[in-house]
C-alpha cells in the first residue's frame, strides 16, 4: 500500500475505525462460528430428516464451495473493488443461512428432493458466500494498514475467530435443545445484518480500491517523476512507499 493511502486511513475518526474494525470482526465470527456451531447438530438434524446416508455431505458441500470460491472473491476484488465484494459475500452466506435453516420444511420440495439433501445443497451455496469473508477481511486490513499495523489488527482477528471455534460447540447446543436445529443458521442473520450495517454506518466505501490508490515511480536514467495507473503496473508496486507530488 502506499504512504498516501495509510496517511488517509490514520485521519479517520476512531468512531469510523471502529465501525469498520467491528465488521470485519464479525465477518470472521460468522466464519468461525458457521464451523463448529453446526457439527453439534448434526445427529439431531440426521433424525429429523429421517436420513443418514448423505450426512457427511452437509460438511463437505460446504467445504468443497468455500475453498473453491476464495481466489475467485480475491481477483474480483481487484477489479471491482473489497467493499461491494465484502457485501455480495455477506449478503450470499446470510441468504444460504436462511435457505438452510427452510431445508426439509416446505412440502412441495420435500416431494422432489430429500430433506438431507437440499440441506447439503444450501449448505453449498452458503459456502460460496463463506469463501470470501476471510479473504476479504485480510484484503481489506492489508489495505487499510502498512506491515506494522497490519499484523496488530490481523491478531485482533484471531482473537474473534479464536472465541467462536470455542463458542461455537455451546451455542450449536443450546440453540438445538432449546429450539430447533433451524436456529443454528437463524443465528447467522442478525450478526450478518449487523456487519453490513457497521459497514454502512462507517461510510468509508472502500478505503482501498486499486481505483484510488496513486502509485508515482522515479525514473533512475532520467531523473524524471511519473505517475502509473494501477491497471498497468504488476501488483507488488503498489507497496512502493514513494510519495511525490507530480507536476
Given amino acids: 500500500m502506499s504512504a498516501a493511502t495509510e496517511a488517509r486511513v490514520a485521519e479517520w475518526s476512531f468512531t469510523r475505525r471502529l465501525l469498520v474494525l467491528g465488521g470485519l470482526m464479525l465477518a470472521i465470527v460468522l466464519s468461525a462460528l458457521d464451523q463448529t456451531i453446526v457439527s453439534t447438530a448434526l445427529p439431531t438434524i440426521a ?12 460438511v463437505t458441500a460446504y467445504l468443497v464451495t468455500t475453498t473453491s470460491s476464495a481466489a475467485l472473491y480475491g481477483k474480483l476484488s481487484d477489479i471491482y473493488g473489497r467493499r461491494l465484494l465484502f457485501t455480495v459475500s455477506v449478503t450470499v452466506f446470510v441468504v444460504g443461512s436462511a435457505l438452510c435453516a427452510l431445508a426439509g420444511s416446505v412440502p412441495a420440495v420435500n416431494a422432489y428432493v430429500n430433506g438431507l439433501v437440499q440441506l ?27 506491515p506494522r499495523k497490519r499484523s496488530e489488527y490481523i491478531s485482533y482477528m484471531l482473537s474473534g475467530f479464536g472465541a467462536a471455534l470455542v463458542v461455537g460447540p455451546l451455542v450449536g447446543g443450546w440453540l438445538t435443545e432449546a429450539f430447533s436445529w433451524h436456529w443454528i443458521f437463524l443465528i447467522n442473520l442478525p450478526l450478518g445484518a449487523i456487519a453490513l450495517a457497521l459497514e454502512t454506518l462507517a461510510e468509508s466505501g472502500e478505503p482501498l480500491d486499486a481505483d484510488n490508490v496513486e502509485v508515482t515511480t522515479v525514473d533512475v536514467e532520467s531523473g524524471r517523476v511519473r505517475s502509473l495507473d494501477p491497471e498497468t503496473i504488476e501488483p507488488h508496486l503498489a507497496d512502493l512507499d514513494i510519495e511525490v507530488d507530480d507536476e
Fill in 120 to 146: 447439503a445443497l444450501l449448505r453449498a451455496l452458503q459456502g460460496v458466500g463463506a469463501g470470501g469473508l476471510w479473504v476479504l477481511v485480510l484484503s481489506i486490513l492489508g489495505d487499510m494498514f502498512g
Fill in 47 to 58: 433424525s429429523d430428516l429421517g436420513s443418514v446416508q448423505n450426512l457427511s455431505w452437509i
